[in-house]
């Protein structure tokens, strides 16, 4: 007769279980805007947003209290490991309006395929809350179009599934390179897992961000920004 040992089979069990990597997306080819102030003052950016009378722009640490020198910003999330921000002296952001008067915008990540068990987003919005569509393509062909959200930066407190992923930050004037000694400002984490739309059983070839179909609000001109783009890889 064999003989079953339950804390032999969930030991095997557990060894057989998927393990999930942290990956990072590489961004670079699709940011379309520089809005992070170099340290030390001497740096270029552009505004956050396109308000005609908005003129700010996210700054370096060690000039204001800022984006990390080392370009790492920690997921809330263990198994989506550290974003890896853009340089801050490129486009370090892919940024996209609200309002419908805009022509849509797609802007497509090409990624590592894998099935990925959560996407992690780091993204901040400008004159208001503002939120857009995450494309999603699997390798059997089909296609999921859900949603990414981001507060506005001065928001008091994260709605939703959102958290934030960097807080209290100043902001600098764009033109003239003047900080602003505020620590009101910050980026969030939107977090995309199964409950939330993601297809955990099926390998992902590519992600796609933009404002087809989803944009929200139109009535209103609103810019919202993705900073880095986290996935986490499940290996059996």
């Not at 308000?51 to 790492?72: A, I, K, M, S, W």
């Not at 809330?76 to 490129?90: F, P």
């Not at 805009?102 to 993204?123: A, C, F, N, R």
């Not at 995450?134 to 089909?142: H, P, S, V």
Request: charged residues 25%.
């Amino acid at each position: 007769m064999r003989k079953y040992f339950p804390a032999l089979a969930a030991l095997m069990f557990a060894a057989a279980s998927a393990v999930a990597i942290p990956v990072s997306f590489d961004l670079s080819r699709v940011a379309n805007k520089d809005v992070v102030y170099e340290a030390g003052g001497h740096g270029s950016a552009e505004p956050f947003g396109g308000n005609p009378n908005g003129l700010h722009c996210f700054g370096e640490d060690g000039f204001v209290d800022g984006f990390p020198q080392n370009r790492y910003v920690p997921s809330s999330q263990e198994d989506l490991g550290n974003y890896v921000l853009l340089r801050y002296d490129q486009p370090n952001v892919v940024e996209l309006c609200t309002h419908s008067s805009v022509e849509p915008q797609t802007y497509v990540i090409d990624i590592p395929d894998h099935v990925y068990s959560k996407l992690g987003l780091l993204v901040s919005s400008v004159d208001g809350d503002s939120s857009f569509t995450i494309r999603l393509q699997y390798k059997d062909g089909t296609t999921d179009f859900l949603w990414w959200e981001a507060d506005d930066w001065y928001d008091l407190g994260p709605r939703g599934n959102l958290e934030k992923a960097l807080r209290e930050l100043d902001r600098v004037d764009a033109e003239s390179g003047m900080a602003e000694d505020s620590d009101h400002f910050h980026v969030y984490e939107f977090v995309l897992d199964e409950e939330r739309g993601l297809k955990t059983d099926k390998e992902l070839v590519t992600i796609a961000i933009g404002t087809d179909p989803n944009r929200w609000p139109e009535d209103q001109l609103r810019f919202g920004g993705v900073f880095a783009i986290n996935g986490a890889a499940v290996e059996p």
